[in-house]
Each structure stands twice: as C-alpha cells, then as structure tokens.
C-alpha cells in the first residue's frame, strides 16, 4: 500500500477541540474490531422504516452511515430520529442534496439542476442552492450532502454529468462549487465532492463498467485538479472517489504498471494516497461510489475488491450487494491482513472526526441530532421558492433566436401545434402533472391555443397526416413548439432525439414553412439533432414548475432572458448556429 499520511484533527477540514480528541480516540479504543468495521458502510435504507428491522439492522452491522433516497419527508424523518436514538455512534445520514430539499424528501423544494444555477453565471444563487439543499436536509435529518458535483461536463455525449455539473468551464465549476459549499456549510452540513478523479471527459458511464479521464497529467492538473485541491482547501470534509480511471497519473506514480493493473479510483492506491492525500493534501474522509456499480462489480472479484478499496485508501464503503457477505468479506479482509490494523483505525479516526467536526455527538448527547416536526414547514417555504423562481428567471437561455419569433404575440402565433418528446420527470411536476402539461397549461392561461400533436397515430392517419398539402397545413398552424423533457439517467447509455417511423414523421420538416421553436428543459444538447432549428430555449432543469412560468414568461416578453451557455449547446457543429 502507498504511504498515506496521517491524519491530522487540528487541521482543515476537522478543526478538532482537545474534547472533540478525545471523542474520537476513546470511541475508537472502545470499539470491537466488529464495530469498527460497522462503521466501514454507509448503506442504503431502501424502503426500510419498520422499527423493528432498523433495530435488527443497528444491533447487526451498527454502521457508520445510511443514506435514504427521497420519500416523504415526515416518514423518513422519524426513521433518521430512530436511526440515530437507538445508534450508541451517531450516523453519518446523506443525500443527493444536489438540485434542492428534492434530494431528500418529495416535498423538498426543487431549487435547479447545478447546470440551471451556473446559466445564471451567479455565485449567490450557488449560494442560495447550498442553503435551501443544507436547510431542508437538516430539516429531514441529513447531516451529508452527495453534493457538490464538481465534474466538468467537457463530453456533451457523457451520459451522466450533463446537468448535474456546473458545466464546462472548469473556473465557473469552482466558483459556484465553492458558494454551493459555502452556504450548506453555514446549516452545518458536510459535503462530499465527487467524482474523484473526475466524470465528464468519458463517454461512458461508471455505473455500467470502469470509465476513462483521458487528460494528461498537465491537463488534469489545470481542470480537475485545481478544482479538487480548491475546494479542499476551502474545506470539503470528503470525497467520492468514483470508478473513473485516470491513466496518465497512475502511470506516473506506478512507472511500468501495465493496462489491465489500472484500476479506478476507488480502488487505486496511487490516486488516493499519493495524489489526493499527498500531492492535493486531502486530510479528510474518503467514501467509495456505489460499491453495486458496474464500474467496481468488474475489475475484481467482490471478495476483494470490498476490503480493498478500504486497503487502497477509502475510509467508507457505499451501498452493499448483500449486507451479510459484504460484511464477512469485510471482516475476513481484516482477519487476513488486506485492511491492516493501522489502515483500519485510520479509516474509523476519518469517519469519527468528520462527525466530530459536525458535533454530532454534542448533538446526541442533546438529543438535537434529528430536528422535531416543525422543522418541515421549512420544506418549499416563502423564501425558499422565491429565491427559486429568481434562479430560473436568471437561467432560462436563449440559445439562439436567428428567425427574430420572439417575443410571441396572441395576433401572430395564437394557433400552436405542441409536439412532445419525453414527459416524465424526476421533479417536482412528477408528483402533479406531466412537465408538457404544464407547459401548454400556462400558454393556455394567455390565450394560445394548444394543439397536442399525437405520435400514437394508425397507418392511416400518418398517412393522411404525411400526404396532407404544405399549404393546408400551414392554414392550420400559427406555430410549432418542440418541448423536450428528455433527462440523463444512470444505466442510460444515449439521450437523443429519435423520431416516428415511416419518414421520421413527427420531425420538423416544416420549419421553413412555420415558424418552429424548440424548448429543452432538460439536456442542453438537442441542437445536434434539430441544427436548423433557429429558435432554441434551454431550461436545465426537468420537471422544475418555476422554470417552466420563467420560460412562459419570457415567450411572451414578459421578462428577458438572462441566462448564459454554461456548455457549447451547438456541440461544435457550426451548421448549429444557424
């Protein structure tokens, strides 16, 4: 194992009192070597609420974290509060508090996506992000936010980074990364900054198989890595260390290491050790990516690869494929001497002192570690909408609008043919209405009237439809729409615009015949696929109800657009910028 240096209380990013100390030391001196493995996994709480089962799993494992995806917020508030009254160690309790409260609870308020608040090129709606994210987690429970994602989204064909990063401009990722961190670091939430080494240069995605940043080390160290050492500096208290190989550092660090010994960061001793700890001097705690990705599933056997990544350098292990063997492998990693005794208190010292530097166990010994009931009525507050309809009047973007359609006007665009690709949502609006829905409905509301256009057709009407003349159907139509609500997703290798077989016909073989725009209030990147569109709006944020009145609102020249490119939305295709 590369030489890991040691860590250091008093130092960024813990901060530890003398009390805090000894916390820690007497809490590791009392722990069985059983226990301390417990607090290896930050495993993920599924639809376990019963008490009865969060006993038996606290009395089992007694982990170190847990993390629940978003539910109802009353509901996974009393299981974080049980969670933490019966735990003898306060939990680390996280969340992918990365777009809003959404991230943690379904009543959560859906601030925007992080590409949304960089559109606004405003740190203090970074700012602003980090404090609704902090305070309605807190509210819930959380005291670990999965979050800021501080990958660059240099590959538009990425799969994964897309909207969820700040975009691609590695300066901007750090100033809104550092105001993101800044304001849920004042609600007293620890982040963790992730992708170590870095997503966004692959086209590929980590949670399938092992993935590639294929920067050299001189590219690497202008974008990635002083993004990294940055924020470290500015106090991240972790990282994640994905499943993405960065090659041209591990072949600097390990001279003659051959391909098929690279391995992903989780499990790379040299980008843990050598380059975060020692050359970025990160003193704080380590946590893996989902352990059940494909990205660490295939480059070993699981027997190894769970106590290596521990071996290698991570301090936590996230998710389980099954508790129980997961648990053992753990233990026998320990009993055969990969996780040494020295690696192992190393990694339990990180995980106690990132709770140290939280209080949470001043806070247990208060029994504040959970907040009561009336801490949700912070959920979608006055404050906290309103400074989320001011992030998406900032951030709607005007790519481009070379036929001068806007504004529209009741007397010149009153007839509008809506065509819809993709109408679900992992948003607010998912819990209402479909997003087109939503849209059309608030047009509506000004008096336009919505034609929905149907791709579910027989033969015979898309034959009637395709033989139907120019001229009529110019009769019928003021104005086509194209509204895409089409999102990136894990295990989601392509996003692209297909269109209806025979001929493509739902495709916009009008648009010199009526005026045609197309709205994308998910992925940035459908310009590729429409480049003679020559109206395109891009909104960042699927499924985000203020988001879609900015874009309504700004339609009809009732508000400007403000919003800048965070990313080239041409894709580099000049034809694009038609």
Not at 29 to 45: I, P, R, S
Request: proline share 4%; glycine share 8%.
């Amino acid at each position: 194992m590369d030489q890991m240096r040691p860590i250091d209380y008093k130092g960024n990013p813990y901060f530890l009192t003398e009390e805090d100390i000894e916390w820690v030391e007497q809490t590791l001196a009392d722990m069985k070597v059983e226990e301390k493995v417990g607090q290896l996994f930050c495993l993920e709480g599924g639809d376990v609420h019963d008490e009865r089962d969060l006993q038996k799993l606290l009395e089992e494992i007694k982990p170190g974290g847990v993390m629940y995806r978003p539910g109802a917020a009353a509901q996974l508030q009393k299981t974080h509060r049980y969670l933490q009254d019966y735990s003898s160690v306060p939990l680390l309790i996280a969340a992918n508090l990365e777009a809003g409260g959404n991230g943690i609870a379904q009543e959560g308020t859906y601030f925007g996506k992080q590409m949304q608040v960089a559109a606004t090129d405003d740190e203090d709606m970074a700012y602003k992000l980090g404090i609704v994210a902090g305070r309605e987690g807190r509210a819930v429970g959380c005291n670990w936010a999965f979050a800021p994602v501080i990958d660059i989204d240099v590959n538009y064909v990425n799969p994964i980074t897309n909207t969820r990063t700040f975009g691609s401009d590695p300066k901007r990722v750090l100033r809104m990364a550092q105001a993101y961190m800044k304001g849920i670091h004042e609600v007293g939430l620890a982040v963790s900054i992730k992708h170590w080494p870095g997503d966004g240069i692959d086209a590929r995605d980590q949670h399938l198989h092992p993935t590639v940043n294929s920067l050299s080390c001189e590219e690497w160290d202008e974008t990635f890595g002083n993004v990294y050492e940055r924020m470290i500096e500015a106090g991240a208290h972790t990282v994640m260390a994905g499943h993405i190989m960065l090659p041209a550092y591990s072949r600097k660090l390990r001279d003659g290491i051959k391909n098929e010994a690279l391995l992903p960061a989780s499990l790379a001793p040299e980008l843990l050790n050598q380059l975060l700890r020692n050359q970025l001097g990160f003193n704080g705690m380590i946590v893996t990516d989902a352990s059940v990705m494909g990205g660490m599933m295939m480059v070993g056997r699981r027997e190894e690869t769970v106590p290596g990544s521990i071996a290698a350098g991570c301090d936590m292990f996230l998710f389980v494929k099954n508790l129980q063997e997961d648990f053992s492998f753990m233990m026998k990693g320990v009993e055969k001497g990969i996780i040494s005794p020295e690696r192992l208190d190393d990694a339990v010292r990180r995980i106690l002192a990132t709770k140290a530097s939280l209080k949470l166990h001043q806070q247990k010994k208060a029994g504040t570690l959970v907040p009561g009931a009336s801490a949700l009525d912070l959920l979608q507050c006055e404050e906290h909408q309103l400074w989320a309809k001011e992030c998406a009047d900032k951030s709607v973007t005007l790519v481009k609008d070379t036929q001068q359609l806007l504004p529209l006007t009741l007397d010149s665009h009153k007839r509008i043919l809506l065509f819809v690709k993709g109408d679900n949502s992992e948003g607010a609006i998912a819990h209402k209405k479909p997003v087109s829905q939503a849209f059309a409905s608030a047009l509506e509301k000004e008096g336009f009237i919505i034609t929905k256009f149907n791709t579910n057709k027989s033969y015979d009407e898309i034959d009637e439809y395709w033989m139907e003349s120019t001229e009529a159907f110019k009769q019928k139509h003021d104005l086509i729409i194209y509204f895409s609500n089409l999102e990136t997703y894990s295990n989601q290798t392509v996003v692209r615009l297909e269109w209806q077989n025979p001929f493509g016909f739902d495709m916009p073989w009008f648009i010199e015949e009526i005026p045609t725009m197309f709205i994308s209030v998910a992925n940035p990147y459908h310009l590729q696929d429409v480049p003679r569109i020559k109206t395109f709006i891009n909104g960042y944020s699927s499924g985000n109800e203020y988001v879609i009145q900015a874009i309504v609102d700004k339609l009809l020249g009732k508000s400007a657009f403000t919003g800048i490119n965070p990313i080239d939305p041409f894709c580099g295709y000049w034809d694009a910028t038609l």
